[in-house]
C-alpha cells in the first residue's frame, strides 16, 4: 500500500465513524492540484458512482470540483443522519441537471447549447469534513476531502423560461426551525452559477468518470456556510421557487 492509498483509507474510515485526519502531522498529504484529484479519485472508487458534482472558485483563482456520490444525493425534504454530517453544515444553491449531450468545450454556440442541455433546480449541499480543523486546512486539503461536501438535497426541477442573467443576484431565503437566516437579494464570490457550470463542464475531462447525463452539478452557496443543531429543520427559497427542507437527525 502507498502513502496515497493509506490516506485515502483513513479519509474512507473518517467517513464511517473512524479517526479525522490531521493536515499538521500528514506526510503524504495532497501539494498540487493533481495529487488532490487523485485523492478524490481514490475516495469516490470506493463510494460507488458519482451523482453530481460541486464546483466553485474563489476570487481571482480558477475553478475547482468535486464529485458527489449518488447514495448522498437526496430530494427535498430530506432526513439527513446524524452520522452523515457531524458538522450539520448547509448551503443554499443553484444546481443544474444534466439533461442532455453537453457540448464541446470548442463549439462557437457553447453557451446556448448548455443552456438546452440542463435544467436548473434549488439545492441544499450539506457539509461536513474528514479533517480535524476544515476551517483552518490548506485549499487543496480541502479539494481533496471533496471540498467539505457531504452530499445534496435537491428540489423540484425549475420548469419556467430561464437565463444565465437570471442567477447574478436572486432573491434568497434561509430559516432555521422557522426563524429566519438569511433573507434578501444575494450574489455568490465565484461569480454567476451559469458561468461556474460552463468552466466545470470546459475543465473535468474524464475525472472520476467525467459529466454524466442525469447527474447534478451544485456551483455555489448564496447565503454562506451556515452551521446547525441537531434536530433542527433548515428551509430554504431561492428566486421564488419552491421551498426546499432538510432536517437533522438528534
Request: proline letters at 9%; aromatic letters at 6%; one cysteine or more.
Amino acid at each position: 500500500m502507498t502513502a496515497r492509498d493509506d490516506l485515502v483509507a483513513r479519509l474512507l474510515a473518517a467517513r464511517n465513524g473512524g479517526p479525522l485526519v490531521d493536515p499538521a502531522t500528514e506526510a503524504a498529504g495532497p501539494e498540487t492540484l493533481a495529487d488532490a484529484y487523485a485523492l478524490q479519485a481514490g475516495v469516490i472508487a470506493a463510494l460507488g458512482p458519482v451523482g453530481g458534482w460541486k464546483v466553485g472558485r474563489a476570487p481571482g483563482q480558477p475553478a475547482v470540483f468535486a464529485p458527489i456520490p449518488a447514495a448522498a444525493i437526496r430530494p427535498s425534504p430530506a432526513l439527513w443522519p446524524r452520522a452523515e454530517s457531524r458538522l450539520r453544515g448547509v448551503e443554499l444553491e443553484i444546481g443544474f441537471r444534466i439533461d442532455a449531450v453537453l457540448p464541446p468545450a470548442d463549439a462557437t454556440d457553447f453557451a446556448a447549447r448548455l443552456a438546452e442541455a440542463v435544467t436548473p433546480l434549488p439545492v441544499f449541499e450539506i457539509l461536513d469534513s474528514r479533517l480535524t480543523d476544515p476551517q483552518g486546512a490548506s485549499a487543496l486539503w480541502k479539494l481533496a476531502d471533496m471540498q467539505i461536501d457531504a452530499g445534496l438535497v435537491c428540489g423540484a426541477p425549475f420548469t419556467g423560461t430561464w437565463t444565465r442573467e437570471d442567477f447574478d443576484r436572486p432573491s434568497a431565503q434561509l430559516t432555521a426551525d422557522g426563524a429566519i437566516v438569511v433573507e434578501g437579494p444575494a450574489t455568490m464570490p465565484g461569480g454567476n452559477p451559469f458561468d461556474l457550470l460552463a468552466e466545470l463542464v470546459r475543465s473535468c475531462g474524464e475525472h472520476c468518470g467525467g459529466l454524466q447525463r442525469g447527474q447534478i452539478i451544485t456551483t455555489g452557496s448564496f447565503t454562506g456556510m451556515r452551521f446547525f443543531a441537531a434536530g433542527t429543520t433548515v428551509t430554504g427559497c431561492i428566486a421564488g421557487w419552491p421551498v426546499i427542507g432538510v432536517t437533522f437527525v438528534a
